[in-house]
């Protein structure tokens, strides 16, 4: 049924639920399992409320970034692996989360796309807003959400 899995992963045990998930998923329709990791821009949380950076000191920042995701996507190439799933690792850098995940899932083929659900309610999802549900009202791609 399913030939190609997008799970955007973000280190949070959310987003492991939702990688067991695909995982067994993408076993059970012998499909291959994409995971993409977004990595802000201009890594906020680095530069919240400092001075001006300059290009080099955003691009080392960056790079950073980067490599931490690579770190965390090694970690679930390895427990696909385990598991008899191919899997390959996606890095998006962008500030809309959303927007990538959407992108990614086009640009891979992908025809279902696992997300975790944080569980935010009330005020905090008002204020925060929720990933998944951008995601799910701008994908064409149906969207499983693990809770």
Known sequence: MFQSILIPVDSTDF?????????DLAAEHHAKLVA???????????FDGMAAFSPAEIA???AR?????????????????ANGVRLTTAIAISDCVAD???GAAVKHGSDL???ASHRR??????????KTDQVLAH???PVLVIR
């Not at 987003?15 to 995982?23: L, Q, R, T, W």
């Not at 993409?36 to 680095?46: G, I, S, W």
């Not at 970034?65 to 970690?75: N, P, R, Y």
């Not at 309610?121 to 929720?130: D, E, K, V």
């Open 15 to 23: 987003s492991d639920k939702a990688m067991n998930e695909a995982i």
């Open 121 to 130: 309610s009330g005020f905090a999802r008002l204020a925060i807003g929720s």
């Open 60 to 62: 080392s920042a960056e």
């Open 139 to 141: 994908s064409k791609v």
């Open 113 to 115: 796309i696992v997300m």
């Open 36 to 46: 993409l990791k977004v990595v802000p821009r201009y890594a906020m949380n680095y």
């Open 100 to 102: 990538a995940i959407v």
């Open 65 to 81: 970034s980067v490599g931490a995701a690579q770190q965390t996507l090694q970690v679930f190439v390895e427990l696909a692996e």
